[in-house]
């Protein structure tokens, strides 16, 4: 579903107001507002309406009431549980989130796993949220302030779609002919691509000979606002050029990505060899490498892809 900008995650700023109670303790109560705005966040058509979560038994008379609450972040539908409100000075009160709920046919529930302990900064690992099988996106949580004595602020941060390119085609050539290329733009992170001096040549059987295959492809940010990675490699099992997040997440984590995983030095281009595409044969065509760049921010990953496809000559 970051987007704080392109990739990296949305992140709601959920402010709780202080009022007053002639009748028992003071309180703070749940009102919302957009911290940060994005025209591209991962639940692409839909919008987070609200979020779930538990109080603890610490929490002054809220958890006997129900330990559950839920928190407006947009929308008016009737939320899950009664809104989340605090006794003033309850300092010893912690808040879990437990699931997002968004605006989506059956306002969908993607459950957070694990659950966030809300503290003054986000957690040390990011959680997966699913409304089923797979990681449907990543998402972290903190709040301004712990101690509850005056207005406070739910922070979620949550991933951006990946960023999928179209898709790069390149045609091999007989041994003395090099290969075409081709540029693609995209945001977040907002690479540009080019196969630079790549070339893939094959024999009669098509097979990839070395002795003529060469150069590498170069992976650019952006001229104008770049979003940079952290790391990038060259993966084999992806066979579309627009996967989806958990399909590009699963990627990342798999065998091919794991063998080519490289650091990112630094915010200038940097190539992808020939060798690291591992092409043996173009006997059965095309051949599928997409090179995926990742970046993560307070452990939620979001990614840009360059998918390839290598035809016969």
């Known amino acids: 579903m970051p987007r704080r900008e392109a990739i990296y995650g949305l992140a709601i700023g959920v402010e709780l107001i202080l009022q007053g109670c002639a009748s028992g303790p003071t309180e ?3 009102n919302s507002e957009l911290v940060v705005e994005s025209t591209s966040a991962a639940l692409t058509g839909t919008y ?34 009664q809104a989340l409100a605090v006794v003033m000075d309850n300092s010893t009160c912690t808040l879990t989130l437990t699931s997002l709920v968004t605006s989506e046919s059956g306002k969908t529930t993607y459950t957070a796993s694990p659950a966030i302990t809300l503290g003054a900064s986000y957690a040390g690992s990011a959680s997966t949220f699913s409304s089923g099988s797979g ?18 602020t739910v922070d979620i941060l949550y991933s951006d779609n990946p960023n999928n390119s179209a898709q790069q085609n390149l045609t091999g050539a007989w041994a003395s002919v090099t290969a075409s ?47 940079y990675g952290d790391h990038y490699c060259v993966d084999s099992s992806l066979t579309a050029a627009s996967p989806t997040f958990t ?15 490289t650091t990112i030095s630094g915010n200038s281009a940097f190539n992808v060899a020939e060798s690291s595409l591992s092409l043996t044969s173009l006997s059965t065509s095309p051949v599928y490498r997409t090179v995926i760049i990742h970046n993560s921010t307070n452990g939620v990953n979001s990614y840009q892809t360059f998918f390839m496809a290598f035809t016969q000559p």
Not at 185 to 214: H, K, R
Not at 250 to 259: E, H, L, P
């Open 48 to 81: 987070l309406e609200w979020a779930n979560g538990t109080y603890s038994s610490n929490c002054t008379n809220y958890y006997a009431i129900s330990p559950n609450w839920s928190l407006r972040i947009s929308g008016v539908a009737s939320m899950d549980n």
């Open 135 to 152: 990681t449907a996106f990543y998402g972290n949580a903190m709040l301004s302030a712990t101690g509850f004595a005056s207005n406070f």
């Open 247 to 261: 399909q590009v997440d699963t990627a990342y984590a798999g065998t091919s990505c794991t063998a080519t995983k």
């Open 28 to 30: 703070v109560t749940a």
């Open 181 to 227: 290329s081709a540029t693609t733009v995209n945001s977040a992170p907002n690479y540009t691509f080019s196969f630079g001096s790549l070339a893939i040549c094959t024999d009669n059987a098509f097979t990839v000979e070395g002795s003529c295959s060469s150069g590498s492809a170069t992976v650019s940010p952006a001229s104008s606002g770049p979003i």
